[in-house]
Every structure is written in structure tokens, then in C-alpha cells.
T-cell receptor, first 113, second 115 residues
Framework: AQSVTQLDSQVPVFEEAPVELRCNYSSSVSVYLFWYVQYPNQGLQLLLK??????LVKGINGFEAEFNKSQTSFHLRKPSVHISDTAEYFCAVSEVNNNDMRFGAGTRLTVKP | GAGVSQSPSNKVTEKGKDVELRCDPI?????LYWYRQRLGQGLEFLIY????????KSGLPSDRFSAERTGESVSTLTIQRTQQEDSAVYLC?????????????FGSGTRLTVV
């Protein structure tokens, strides 16, 4: 079955700095990849997803992610973060033609003033 | 409905009691998923339904956990003889067929506290 590893459990960063949250996946077949965000005391929201085609995917709130098949990675980036980006970010993978999705352990992004 | 609805939003129960958690998916979503999120941790897959069939029950932690779904609507997750380690937020999500393509819509979760 597929699996996901988020390499950083916590990422502190100053406001307006760039950020990259790392995600690696494992699967023997083609996959779809997702990033979800969970703001404090809220449910999960879809940030962006990669299905096929262009490997650079743009999502909401200025985030983007790049699918790298050779490195089995799907890192999330934002060129300039805001205080309001403070949240837990989850990477997820789903195998094509498979109905369940597996999540990473999450990365807590803390943006400091 | 407009979103995935879970009830109750909070549940405090005594150790050893049974609890029932409910999930009402988005109308028309054939797939329904249960995850558990312990404090400060990631999402742990429990079970998913395609219609009222559960092809993958591998994530259920023990035989105290069970789930059922009526048709393509409401699902119930039941935990028997609750233990303190069952304390967590239980998240439900639903999706159209081929969830991997469309992604999930999550409910707000049920926070279960076993005392």
C-alpha cells in the first residue's frame, strides 16, 4: 500500500520569508498527491492536488507544490508566508484506481512576526 | 447536505462505556472514510466504505471498533468498552467515486474524551 513521509514535524519561520514543507511518498503504481491544511481547531481543507500533467501545481493562498516522480516527492512551497499561514499541513497520497488515501504525520508551520 | 456533518461534536464518556459516532456525508458521495487523529499526531486511517460495502477494514485498531453504513448515506462508527487510548478526534470524509481523483471533503470531527 501507499505511504507518505513528511520529513519535518515542525517548521518555524518568520513572516514574509519563503517556506518549503517536504513530503515523500512510496507506491508501486501511479499516484495522486494532495496537500491539506488544518487551521487551529478546524477541520482539514484541501490546499492543492496533483492528478496528472504539469508537475507544478498551484493552490489556494499562494501555495504551490511540485511533483517529482524520480525523487517520489511532492514538496509544498510559498515564497512569502503570513502569520495567518500558521497551521498544520498534511501531505496525502492516493493510488490511481484505489479509493483510500493515506496521510503523512503532518508538519506544523509556525509563522512568527 | 452542503457539507459532511458529524455528530456529536464533542463526547465525554466513562471508560468501559460504548459510544456511537455519526457521519452524514455529502449527498451523492458514494465513498466515505473514517480517520482518527490523536492529539498532536497525524491522521490514522480506520476504514472506508464504497456504498455500504467496506473493502478495507485494515485500519480498525481492535475488535472493539466497528462501523456500518446504510446505503450511500449515514455511517456510524461504534467503539465498545472504551479505553483512555481511544481519546482522539474522529474525522469523517466523503468523496465521489475514485476519491483519489477528487479528493475528500472532511467533516469537523467528533472529539472523544474517555475519562
Amino acid at each position: 500500500a501507499q505511504s507518505v513521509t513528511q520529513l519535518d514535524s515542525q517548521v518555524p519561520v518568520f513572516e514574509e520569508a519563503p517556506v518549503e514543507l517536504r513530503c515523500n511518498y512510496s507506491s508501486s503504481v501511479s499516484v495522486y498527491l494532495f496537500w491539506y491544511v488544518q487551521y487551529p481547531n478546524q477541520g482539514l481543507q484541501l490546499l492543492l492536488k496533483y492528478l496528472s500533467g504539469s508537475t507544478l501545481v498551484k493552490g489556494i493562498n499562494g501555495f504551490e507544490a511540485e511533483f517529482n516522480k524520480s525523487q517520489t516527492s511532492f514538496h509544498l512551497r510559498k515564497p512569502s508566508v503570513h502569520i495567518s499561514d500558521t497551521a498544520e499541513y498534511f501531505c496525502a497520497v492516493s493510488e490511481v484506481n484505489n479509493n483510500d488515501m493515506r496521510f503523512g504525520a503532518g508538519t506544523r508551520l509556525t509563522v512568527k512576526p | 447536505g452542503a457539507g459532511v456533518s458529524q455528530s456529536p461534536s464533542n463526547k465525554v464518556t466513562e471508560k468501559g462505556k460504548d459510544v456511537e459516532l455519526r457521519c452524514d456525508p455529502i449527498s451523492g458521495h458514494t465513498a466515505l472514510y473514517w480517520y482518527r487523529q490523536r492529539l498532536g499526531q497525524g491522521l490514522e486511517f480506520l476504514i472506508y466504505f464504497q456504498g455500504n460495502s467496506a473493502p478495507d477494514k485494515s485500519g480498525l485498531p481492535s475488535d472493539r471498533f466497528s462501523a456500518e453504513r446504510t446505503g450511500e448515506s449515514v455511517s456510524t462508527l461504534t467503539i465498545q468498552r472504551t479505553q483512555q487510548e481511544d481519546s482522539a478526534v474522529y474525522l469523517c470524509a466523503s468523496s465521489l467515486v475514485l476519491a483519489g481523483y477528487y479528493g475528500y471533503t472532511f467533516g469537523s470531527g467528533t472529539r472523544l474524551t474517555v475519562v
